[in-house]
Nanobody
Framework: QVQLVESGGGLVQPGGSLRLSCAVSGTISLPGILGWYRQISGQQRELVAVDISDAGTNYADSVKGRFTISRDNAKNAVYLQMNSLKPEDTRVYLC?????????WGQGTQVTVSS
């Protein structure tokens, strides 16, 4: 079973940067589809970024040019570099993976953008 553990969230001032990490275990190699969603409690999850192995990446319009998703196959990890953060980026960020037809989620990490 795939397990995902996020880290790297925290409090940052507007305009600042954070790098989220997601450690992936339970597979020999990284799943073909990895990504990040974000959510406010009680609301629908919003896709932030997705990395499809050998096919490329895609981003929500609200984060294009500011966020970058990347994967490290040697470390079995996926990252989300977030720059020029805005207060509206304040959310819980969740890592997800699609593997063998099943979707897996991490527990989430809180990102708060505030002065």
């Amino acid at each position: 079973q795939v397990q995902l553990v996020e880290s790297g969230g925290g409090l940052v001032q507007p305009g600042g940067s954070l790098r989220l990490s997601c450690a992936v275990s339970g597979t020999i190699s990284l799943p073909g589809i990895l990504g990040w969603y974000r959510q406010i409690s009680g609301q629908q999850r919003e896709l932030v970024a997705v990395d499809i192995s050998d096919a490329g990446t895609n981003y929500a319009d609200s984060v294009k040019g500011r966020f970058t998703i990347s994967r490290d196959n040697a470390k079995n990890a996926v990252y989300l570099q977030m720059n020029s953060l805005k207060p509206e980026d304040t959310r819980v960020y969740l890592c997800y993976a699609l593997h063998d037809g099943s979707i897996y989620w991490g527990q989430g990490t809180q990102v708060t953008v505030s002065s």
